[in-house]
């Protein structure tokens, strides 16, 4: 999970970060160190059998981190014989929650005691809580979430960002425009990157490789690197096909729990909170993308946010 974090991180890093600041660019740079020593790790991991393996990956970064911020699922399996002794096993909790069995040998979720939680090996894994409060890992924030369940204290608390807390400057209305023209270029990278890293991977499936295929061929595609804002919105201009795809695509990796044609705070969560620390305006973002204001982003809304047409959103694009 961490390193899929560290991966988001790192296009994130290279493809949104303005270069305009001297904090950010270290940030760059430290992105792509982790990402080398990552690849290493990776690689000496499916050579050593011994070595404790990575947790599976899943389709694509964002997809896997649902999982991490997710508050609201909980998923419990039918039990199978083979688990018979020890109902645990394949009962699962949602995130903050462990699973311990009743006299009567019945599953039940509780709690789990933050101090059980694996101590963070880096800042990387600290995260900011809407409290303002910096925690250890996301298992220490979960947990204390699960602990306040039920009080006002509890409902209001949400995990914000990846990182310890820091002071997040005010978005300014002229900043706000810029956000898109960097969100939907990173965009078309992420899938590009997926793209050419696919192979047997599986990251895309065949349907979303055809649509990346005709971006990744295309001779006028602005490549990845930091551009001015100048050039994206020129690249927009020109090549706007290019952007519909990637913007369904992500509202479909996003819209997960439940596949309903909206999403909602925690949906966003995995491709909001790694984004906060490095794009100041992007709760401001999402939080006009919701037009109506009912809670609820709606692919149209969404497509809007992202300066996609009205006659080119289409629900079939979410392949
Ligand atoms: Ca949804
Ligand atoms: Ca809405």
């Known amino acids: 999970m961490r390193v899929w974090i560290v991966f988001l991180l790192c296009l994130a890093g290279h493809a949104m970060a303005a270069p305009v600041s001297d904090t950010v660019c270290v940030c760059v740079c430290v992105c792509v160190c982790v990402c080398v020593s990552f690849e290493l790790a990776y690689a ?13 990956v899943g389709v694509n970064p964002v997809q896997v981190e649902i999982g991490e911020f997710d508050e609201a699922i909980e998923i419990v399996e039918e039990e199978e014989d083979v688990f018979a002794e020890n109902p645990c096993l394949n009962h699962h909790c949602k995130k903050g929650k ?60 949400h995990l914000d960002y990846i990182g310890p807390c820091k002071h997040i400057e005010t978005c300014l209305d002229s900043e706000l425009s810029e956000f898109p023209l960097r969100m ?37 595609r602005l490549q990845a690197g930091e551009h001015s804002l100048d ?38 969560s995995p491709l909001r909170a790694p984004l906060i620390p490095m794009e100041h305006c992007t709760n401001r973002f999402f939080e006009r993308c919701d037009a109506d204001n009912d809670k609820y982003i709606a692919l149209e809304e969404w497509a809007n946010c992202f300066g996609i047409k009205e006659q080119d959103v289409d629900n079939d694009l979410i392949v």
């Open 98 to 157: 462990v699973c311990e069995v009743d006299e009567s040998n019945t599953p039940m979720c509780v709690c789990q005691d933050a101090s059980t939680c694996a101590a963070a090996e880096g800042d990387f894994e600290h995260v900011c809580g809407t409290d303002n409060k910096t925690f250890d890992t996301s298992c220490h924030f979960f947990a204390t979430k699960c602990a306040l369940e039920g009080t006002k204290k509890g409902h209001k608390l």
């Open 231 to 268: 050039l994206l919105a020129h690249d927009f201009e020109k090549n706007y096909n290019m952007y519909i795809f990637p913007v369904h695509w992500q509202f479909g990796q996003l819209d997960q729990h439940p596949v309903d044609g909206y999403l909602t705070h925690t949906e966003i």
């Open 44 to 56: 000496s991991d499916l050579l050593t059998s011994d070595v404790p393996q990575e947790p599976e």
């Open 184 to 220: 939907r270029d990173w965009l078309k990278n992420v899938l590009v990157t997926l793209y050419e890293r696919d192979e047997d991977n599986n990251l895309l499936n065949e349907k979303q490789k055809l649509r990346v295929k005709k971006i990744f061929e295309n001779e006028k």
